[in-house]
């Protein structure tokens, strides 16, 4: 059974840092595209960032560029999203995400498999 735990979220102030897990389970990571996405309170799900299976493309949404890195250990079966400069409007439940295959990477509907969430909160 396929399964995604995010772990790392918390409360933090605008300008702090904060490193995100998505642990993988029931597939090897390298057979794995990983897309991190987020929603707010009354707002729908928006693509963050993504990361191919062999980790050689990286793509990230215009919010995150810039702030947000994607890497992946297979050995650990882990992908991680580095979170610097946070601002408020960053706050959200942030959700790991997993398909054997994507092309469309940015759309939320092209992903099978989801965690739980992370919550994030990043204060004035």
């Known amino acids: 059974q396929v399964r995604l735990v995010e772990s790392g979220g918390g409360l933090v102030q605008a300008g702090d840092s904060l490193r995100l897990s998505c642990a993988a389970s029931g597939l090897t990571l390298n057979s794995l595209t990983m897309g991190w996405f987020r929603q707010a309170p009354g707002k729908e799900r928006e693509f963050v960032g993504h990361i191919s299976r062999s980790g050689g493309a990286t793509n990230y949404a215009d919010s995150a560029q810039g702030?947000?890195?994607?890497?992946?250990?297979?050995?650990?079966?882990?992908?991680f999203l580095q979170m610097n400069s946070l601002k408020p409007e960053d706050t959200a439940v942030y959700y790991c995400a997993a398909d054997t295959g994507i092309y469309l990477y940015y759309?939320?509907?092209?992903?099978?498999?989801?965690?739980?969430?992370?919550?994030?909160?990043?204060?004035?």
């Open 107 to 124: 759309s939320p509907r092209n992903y099978k498999y989801w965690g739980q969430g992370t919550q994030v909160t990043v204060s004035s």
């Open 67 to 79: 702030r947000f890195t994607i890497e992946r250990d297979n050995a650990k079966n882990t992908v």
